[in-house]
């Protein structure tokens, strides 16, 4: 079983600094990465697939990079709205499973 | 537009049973794989189980192997899924995910709570 580990648990940043959220495969995924966003109350919402496309309607400010079992989701520049809990998930794996990272919390410093 | 709406859920005693629907809309059903993924309360997100697009293949989570069930009907653009012998630990929010062309999952709907407890 692919394990995914995201770090850190919570980042704490102020609203126009920049979010770098960490995710990593325990074996290689190659790109097969997504990146969702959940709000309280909330369905999450797709943002990245691929490891580095931006999903529809999803802002320019939003970017995935990495391949293999290193992950990055960077948020340039942190809006109001952005405060949430963001998930990285793998759809690689043989059988097909679906495993999501642990989570990470961006809150407002 | 895309919508996906979760029913069926509640509380149910341990080892009872509860069947989940999901009506979709705005898209070609037929074409698409559908997941269902669950959220305990205060945690984070579970894949529970895998329908392709024609009901034929079929995948589940080891925590609901044998237990849960997974099913669709195209005609009527709908999603289902047959919990049996519930335990406290499937208490959670159960979403029916839309994918995309790959494994991952385009559209969410709202979910539905499931409570298990006596």
């Known amino acids: 079983e692919i394990v995914m580990t995201q770090s850190p648990a919570t980042l704490s940043v102020s609203p126009g600094e920049r979010a770098t959220l960490s995710c990593r495969a325990s074996?290689?995924?190659?790109?097969?990465l997504a990146w969702y966003q959940q709000k309280p109350g909330q369905a999450p919402r797709l943002l990245i697939y691929?490891?580095?496309t931006r999903a529809t309607g999803i802002p320019a400010r939003f970017s995935g990079s990495g391949s293999g079992t290193e992950f990055t989701l960077t948020i340039s520049s942190l809006q109001s709205e952005d405060f949430a809990v963001y998930y990285c998930q793998q759809y690689n794996n043989w059988p097909p499973t679906w495993t999501f990272g642990q989570g990470t919390k961006v809150e407002i410093k | 537009e895309v919508q996906l709406v979760e029913s069926g859920g509640g509380l149910v005693q341990p080892g009872g049973s509860l069947r989940l629907s999901c009506a979709a809309s705005?898209?070609?059903?037929?074409?698409?794989?559908m997941n269902w993924v669950r959220q305990a309360p205060g945690k984070g997100l579970e894949w529970v189980s895998y329908i392709s697009s024609s009901g034929s293949t079929i995948y589940y989570a080891d925590s609901v192997k044998g237990r849960f069930t997974i099913s669709r009907d195209n005609a009527k653009n709908s999603l289902y899924l047959q919990m049996n012998s519930l335990r406290a630990e499937d208490t959670a929010v159960y979403y029916c995910?839309?994918?995309?062309?790959?494994?991952?999952?385009?559209?969410w709907g709202q979910g539905t709570l499931v409570t298990v407890s006596s």
């Open positions: 691929g490891a580095s």
């Open positions: 705005g898209f070609t059903f037929s074409s698409y794989e």
């Open positions: 074996q290689s995924v190659s790109s097969n």
């Open positions: 995910a839309k994918m995309g062309r790959d494994g991952y999952h385009d559209y």
